[in-house]
Nanobody, 126 residues
Framework: QVTLVESGGGLVQAGGSLSLSCASSGLTGSSLTMSWFRQAPGKDREFVAGYSWTGGRTYYGDSMKGRVTISRDGAQNTVYLQMNSLRPEDTAVYYC???????????????????WGQGTQVTVSS
């Protein structure tokens, strides 16, 4: 059984920083990719960043590019999302997602990820 558990969300003032983490268990197989998505009320789920265990590649969505960094724990299947210069429009529930196998590209559509965490709320006040 695969589980993904996010943590680190909370309330922060505009311009501040937060670090999210996603701990996984039960993931097997090759070509692991773990990504972060977010969903604001009334909006579609949006890709934020992804990390591929194949080559240690990263990819960022346009909405937070330059303000976020995704990284992984070298010993665990855990990913982190460091978010800086946060804006009120970054307020959303942030979800961790995972997939294994082909394709190895970091995919940005939520439908391609079979495993999801429960989400963690990030609220940025103005």
């Amino acid at each position: 059984q695969v589980t993904l558990v996010e943590s680190g969300g909370g309330l922060v003032q505009a311009g501040g920083s937060l670090s999210l983490s996603c701990a996984s268990s039960g993931l097997t197989g090759s070509s692991l990719t773990m990504s972060w998505f977010r969903q604001a009320p009334g909006k579609d789920r949006e890709f934020v960043a992804g990390y591929s265990w194949t080559g240690g590649r990263t990819y960022y969505g346009d909405s937070m590019k330059g303000r976020v960094t995704i990284s992984r724990d070298g010993a665990q299947n855990t990913v982190y999302l460091q978010m800086n210069s946060l804006r009120p429009e970054d307020t959303a529930v942030y979800y961790c997602a995972a997939k294994t196998g082909l394709p190895i590209q970091i995919l940005t559509t939520s439908e391609r990820y079979p495993y999801w965490g429960q989400g963690t709320q990030v609220t940025v006040s103005s």
